[in-house]
């Protein structure tokens, strides 16, 4: 038995492509719904009341669109309204960003763990609450990184803009003695190459979107939720359409996707 | 007969700013009501719809303050919203930063100007109606720069940052041959050098606060509003407190300006 009903996933804009490319790397033959809240975006700087009502929403419409999984690829809206989600997605497989990466990272061997965030996800202290709550020894540093969204939103990747910043965030004193990094945005694993480069390997980066996904394969087998289409779909939606983002999504999932504006 | 209350300035956040410090160098005897709107910034991606919800009820919250004149000092408020904000403002006496500068500009000698701005300014191409209603026969040439406010905002200005940025923006290739460049932004007057030093004196850049700020004062002469307070009062509204807002009102205004957060 086979079940060949998409997967959904949802971000603020591009970041959750990383998650979504991963998910279409490990799970080749499942249809895909991505619905990038690019009208919203960044979601990083906004209140926890105005990530609820948007992201409640974009769960409600990917579950309208017949989804066996949602996956909430924003560590925003993870951090700030997973609880409120998961209400929305009902007994839909729910899937989000930082408890997998929090529960992997609390069991392998590590003295003082970074993260990197938007603001919204550091002021909530996800990441230390999850960490913490799996092994209460660790000791997490987290650090706002605003203009990391941004820059890679507006196509300032790869460089003399991104580097500059990255640099300039990656000095922080408390992360001198740091032995690896969470990059805890979905949109940082786009610049993961520029943050490897400035520690020089020297500190490990964990593959967040890897986890994530391995926890939805997982998932999926114990539900009986696994597909087996041939030819899958990939079908993008967005509540404003950004060249950024096309141009991403065509990179990741090749020209044939489905590319939609839709109000939100 | 002198009018002592104050003048009531916005902006999405620091932008304002740069107009509300040349009211103070221009008319130094008077008491300055600013409300900066950090919690929603950067309004230069939202809708028409957004944008007009939250500046009117700035707009209304600084006359129930009882301002005798209200300066909207952002582009993309000026040129998304200014008819709804006009009707929330009734009788009182109401600044917009586009109107002044395109009158001027075009009465002015130039063959070609370059704009640069948010994308919701932009896409209103409010500098190109403006200017054209007052001289159809001057080339204007817009582009969005929308990591500029980020870059300000999150306090990168005078660094590899926003050099960069800065220098990428303006390799534009329709701007090679402009003569002169409209800051669309209230917040850009603060990277001002910067954008300078790229042309290295080959573009004239308006100075657009003086000439908003001048128009105030014509105004205000000619509507007997004009206060003589000996030592007037500035006082600050954010919507969300940011150490970045913190220290450049306190570096234009002194360290005895009021802080105050507001919810909107």
Do not use: W
Not at 226 to 235: A, F, K, Q, R
């Amino acid at each position: 038995m086979n079940d060949n009903r998409p997967i959904g996933v949802f971000d603020s804009g591009v970041g959750g492509l990383t998650v979504a490319k991963e998910i279409k790397r490990l799970l080749p033959h499942e249809n895909i719904i991505y619905f990038g809240d690019t009208k919203h975006l960044p979601y990083g700087d906004k209140s926890k009341e105005t990530i609820t009502k948007f992201t409640t929403k974009i769960t409600k419409f990917l579950i309208k669109e017949n989804c066996k999984a949602v996956v909430v690829a924003c560590n925003t809206a993870t951090s700030n309204s997973i609880e409120e989600i998961r209400k929305a997605a009902k007994d839909t497989l729910l899937i989000d960003v930082i408890s997998p990466v929090a529960k992997k990272v609390a069991y392998e061997l590590h003295q003082k763990i970074g993260v990197i965030a938007t603001k919204a996800t550091v002021n909530s202290h996800a990441y230390q609450k999850y960490i913490r709550k799996y092994n209460r020894h660790l000791k997490v540093i987290e650090l706002a990184t605003p203009l990391l969204v941004p820059i890679i939103e507006e196509g300032f990747r790869n460089t003399p803009v991104s580097r500059h910043a990255i640099e300039s965030y990656l000095s922080y004193k408390k992360f001198e003695d740091i032995d690896t990094i969470i990059l805890g945005c979905t949109h940082y694993p786009l610049i993961e190459k520029e943050v490897n480069s400035v520690f020089q390997g020297r500190v490990k980066v964990v593959d967040s979107p890897l986890i994530v996904v391995n926890q939805l394969i997982h998932e999926m087998e114990k539900n009986n939720l696994l597909g087996n289409t041939p030819d899958p779909e990939y079908h993008f939606y967005l509540s404003d359409y950004t060249e950024n983002f096309a141009k991403l999504a065509k990179q990741f999932f090749g020209k044939s996707i489905i590319l939609e504006q839709k109000r939100l």
